[in-house]
């Protein structure tokens, strides 16, 4: 039987960010400089209970930042740290190389051990350290428990930690609180650039009716017998979704304690022996379990068994494991691919001009990549040079998967890929199931072949895509893409996978979908039209047994660009629950009704107009006769938001602590210069503006301002007056 599954990448994070500024949260900030937590020191010289609610960190609807190198103490002999959401969600930020530590001294009562996590968690940049005075209680740092019996029903509470970020734990940390939490709590810890590590004190006394297990870190699956948010006390599964995703590079270490999960029994038992025993040890799970059970995942894969599926996704090619189970420092860490880049001027890929960082020179494609279409992974492909032009025009569907490890394509800085369909049959596909990004370069399909009518079908998250994938696609600084052929969004015909995350994000970027429309195949005739094959489609999909497939497809500008297509235009097609399909001919103003396209992640889901962040020229659909017809000529989409935001490094819409970051490491315009770290300064918090006639509105972060003062306090970079 094939289980329904929970994925939450990083979009959910910022979806639920947007959420909580929609909810006008408070906004809390640190003041600066060291202390502790109880200190006068937040929003202007006040003392936590008033500005959260108390001193424990709130009951929710907070928006709170520790910044710029702070180091803040939270002393738990006399309180305990336990953030909430029952008034609303709550998000906690601590960045800029600041760290917040919670501290166990010697105490007798064991609850002062325990955090209890109920909200999001940020460390971007940042530290949250859990951890005792020496001496002290035998639990150690206790217990750090996300999704506590305080949690409310089917909520989704996300950790990301980014950018050199680290959540260290001296105690245990669990997932959910053993048969007490929520029914339907989602905990997503993302890591892309940090790592946790859990190593230190294992065990904690029973307290507040918990069961005493010993494990680093404890995964519980309850059920409904009498307590947590939700229940009804049938005894039916709780239905946790729980995952630990490396969205990018990163590491989790355990030691002795080891990794333990915890499933309850119809009768109430549990399936691990260690509950409320000690002298019998649990068994521990490897991190290779975790991927097999979809726990552990890399880009939103992982090694669980789907319809359609005969054995896992190899573990061994997406990370590496140090250590044992059970012993000292068992660590896994995210494996990256090789970086191979192009070399020479203009050419053909096949040409050996292929570097492998740390590797062999003047490598032809079969040699670098170990075939000559493309990738099928462990490599990250970077093309760059002004005017340089690499041609792809072999009779061969190109592809870049990710069977053998992560991959990534990168064309930058005036640099050219092109595709060229030189038949009319294989060679009109190209096969994309990993990351794009079009920095001030070009990513080209065009058709030169004799009696070849289109660059046929450019195919984002089909036929070899993964359940869960996310698969990311950028263009900003000028990139563009010039698509002569079909874009699909999904795999039309069956061929996506469950979950399957498609984000195209254009900052200053150009999408062109213009040219032929047509493919070589008449899988869309039945429902679309004959002679319809859409410039754009958005598929959504099912299994063999009719389950959807749950794809996410999305469209977000955050900055200036624009998307055109003509002839068929715009398809959304649906697979329903009989396998026959649904087809929509969209607007852009009906992507934006669906979430489809979004502005800094707003669309008409979150309750925005269109109108304020985009307008449309061209016709949609000339003949007027609706779907089924050819005829759009040029429909254009032209994003309102403004050219870049100055300072924004990362070409995310905003200025921010990881533009720092990006000019630390040399990757600004003019790497580490005193000029581009000023224009950092000078644009902290900004972010991408609407401009519509003469009316300039900021598109804001909710504590944009509070924690620029913050990070340039901490920084050096902003002086107050005395």
Not at 98 to 105: E, F, M
């Amino acid at each position: 039987m094939i289980r329904r599954v929970w994925f939450a990448p990083a979009c959910l994070a910022v979806a639920g960010a947007l959420g909580n500024a929609a909810l006008a949260q408070t906004v809390v900030t640190w003041d600066g400089g060291n202390g502790e937590w109880s200190d006068l020191k937040w929003n202007g010289g006040q003392a936590p209970a008033a500005v959260m609610g108390n001193q424990n960190g709130g009951d929710g609807n907070l928006n709170v930042t520790i910044g710029g190198g702070s180091q803040v103490l939270f002393d738990s002999s006399s309180k305990s740290l336990r953030p909430r959401s029952s008034a609303g969600p709550s998000v906690f930020t601590i960045t800029g190389g600041a760290k917040l530590t919670h501290n166990t001294p010697i105490t007798g009562d064991p609850d002062g051990n325990w955090t209890t996590w109920d909200a999001d968690l940020n460390l971007d940049n940042g530290t949250f350290e859990r951890n005792w005075t020496a001496g002290g209680t035998a639990e150690a740092g206790g217990i750090l428990m996300v999704g506590s019996w305080r949690s409310l029903q089917d909520q989704q509470i996300t950790i990301n930690t980014t950018n050199g970020g680290l959540l260290k734990n001296d105690g245990q940390v669990w997932f959910g609180a053993d048969e007490e939490h929520a029914v339907g709590l989602k905990v997503s810890a993302l890591i892309n650039g940090g790592s946790w590590d859990l190593t230190g004190g294992t065990s904690h006394e029973a307290a507040n009716n918990s069961h005493d297990v010993r494990a680093d870190l404890a995964i519980w699956y309850g059920r409904q017998f009498g307590s947590g948010a939700g229940q009804d006390g049938s005894g039916d599964p709780k239905n946790e979704d729980y995952e630990i995703n490396f969205q990018g590079p990163g590491s989790l270490t355990v030691d002795q304690g080891g990794i333990v999960v915890y499933r309850q029994n119809a009768d109430g038992t549990w399936n691990q022996p260690d509950i409320d025993d000690n002298a019998t040890p649990a068994t521990r799970s490897t991190y290779e379990d975790l991927w097999n059970d979809g726990i552990l995942k890399g880009k939103g894969m992982s090694g669980e068994i789907f319809f359609g599926d005969t054995s896992p996704r190899p573990f061994a090619n997406y990370f590496t494991v140090t250590g044992t189970p059970g012993s000292a420092d068992y660590k896994v860490t995210r494996k990256e691919g090789a970086t191979v880049t192009w070399s020479g001027g203009d050419g053909n890929w096949d040409d050996a001009e292929w570097d492998t960082t740390g590797g062999a020179s003047n490598q032809n494609s079969q040699t670098a990549f170990g075939r000559q279409n493309g990738s099928e992974g462990g490599h990250n492909i970077v093309i760059s040079g002004a005017g340089v032009d690499v041609t792809y025009n072999r009779d061969s569907d190109f592809r870049l998967q990710n069977n053998n490890g992560f991959s990534s394509m990168t064309v930058k800085n005036g640099a050219s890929l092109t595709l060229d369909t030189l038949l009319a049959e294989d060679g009109t596909w190209t096969r994309w199931v990993e990351d794009l990004t079009v920095d001030g370069g070009t990513f080209r399909r065009v058709k030169t072949g004799a009696g070849v009518g289109n660059g046929g079908a450019f195919i984002l998250g089909g036929f070899a895509g993964e359940p869960g994938q996310e698969i990311n696609i950028k263009v900003v600084n000028g990139g563009k893409i010039e698509n002569d052929g079909q874009l699909w969004v999904g795999s039309a015909g069956g061929d996506d996978d469950y979950g399957i995350e498609n984000t195209i994000t254009v900052n200053n970027g150009t999408i062109d979908l213009t040219g032929g429309d047509s493919g070589n195949i008449d899988l869309l005739e039945g429902a679309f039209g004959a002679g319809v094959e859409p410039d754009m489609l958005f598929w959504y999909g099912r299994d063999g047994e009719g389950t959807a497939l749950g794809e996410k497809h999305t469209i977000n500008f955050t900055g200036s660009g624009s998307i055109t297509v003509d002839h068929s235009g715009i398809w959304i097609g649906t697979m329903e629950p009989d396998f026959s399909i649904t087809a929509v001919h969209a607007s852009y103003e009906e992507l934006w009704t669906r979430g489809i396209l979004q502005a800094n992640g707003k669309s008409g889901l979150t309750g925005d107009t269109f109108g304020t962040y985009f307008s449309v020229s061209g016709v949609f659909d000339a003949d007027g006769a609706g779907p089924g017809t050819l005829g759009g000529e040029n429909y254009k989409l032209t994003s309102l938001l403004s050219t870049g935001t100055a300072g924004d490094f990362d070409n995310d819409g905003d200025v921010d602590g990881a533009d720092f970051l990006v000019w630390q490491r040399g990757g600004s315009p003019s790497p580490l210069s005193p000029a581009d770290l000023a224009t950092w300064k000078a644009n902290f918090g900004a972010s991408a503006t609407v401009n519509v006639g003469a009316a300039v509105g900021a598109v804001p972060e909710p504590t944009a301002l509070a924690s620029a003062m913050v990070a340039l306090c901490g920084l050096g970079l902003w002086r107050s007056r005395r």
